[in-house]
């Protein structure tokens, strides 16, 4: 069972497509990319490169990649361990930091040198801030409400349509109006506060 006159263009197309992404992961601009591999055009080395990468990265979850880059890192540090484990005399002690860049690249992308105690309290501001922002809004409709019926005997002597303009005018006013007066506010608190 040979090679069809398919399989060697298929081959072909899976070969491009990798020397494409490693010329690119390289460093070289798609113009370059295209001049080396005879093609069209920068814009179809461009395809192929965007192709290839929603093709391999597009259905992987940040676990997923997260993982993968673990495997990368892991890759790094079994590559330089036998050099560091004799001594890394020959480097001058290079590869010895390399393995602890790595090392802390790797503590990083799983997380291992955040304080849990910071980062609960982020997720406890961010709670906050949403239970403030909620309260902000339902405040600002309470009180539009209430401003309405405290000029209800009012607009009440008011025929209709003048009672019906007051209404919209209010009600169309009012986000402005808490906008400002939250801006004006949060102003007044944060030139309190830099006075401390």
Do not use: C
Request: cysteine-free.
């Amino acid at each position: 069972m040979g090679f069809t006159d398919d399989d060697e263009f298929s081959m072909k197309v899976v070969d491009v497509r990798k020397e494409v992404v490693r010329l690119r992961v390289r460093g070289k601009d798609f113009g370059e990319i295209a001049d080396e591999l005879n093609l069209a055009s920068a814009e179809r080395a461009r395809e192929i490169f965007f192709d290839h990468m929603q093709r391999s990265y597009s259905q992987s979850s940040p676990e997923e990649m997260r993982f993968l880059q673990l495997k990368r890192l892991e890759s790094m540090i079994d590559f330089l361990w036998d050099i560091v484990k004799v001594g890394d005399a020959a480097s001058e002690g290079k590869q010895t930091a390399n393995v602890i860049k790595i090392i802390e690249e790797i503590n990083k992308l799983m997380g291992l040198h955040k304080d849990p105690l910071v980062e609960a309290q982020v997720r406890l501001t961010e709670a906050q801030i949403s239970v403030i922002y909620e309260t902000m809004a339902a405040m600002r409709t309470e009180m539009l409400m209430r401003a309405l019926d405290g000029l209800r005997p009012v607009t009440n002597k008011l025929d209709a349509a003048d009672a019906e303009r007051v209404r919209v005018a209010i009600e169309s006013g009012w986000a402005t109006w808490h906008q400002e007066a939250a801006t004006y506010a949060l102003e007044n608190a944060t030139t309190k506060e830099d006075g401390q």
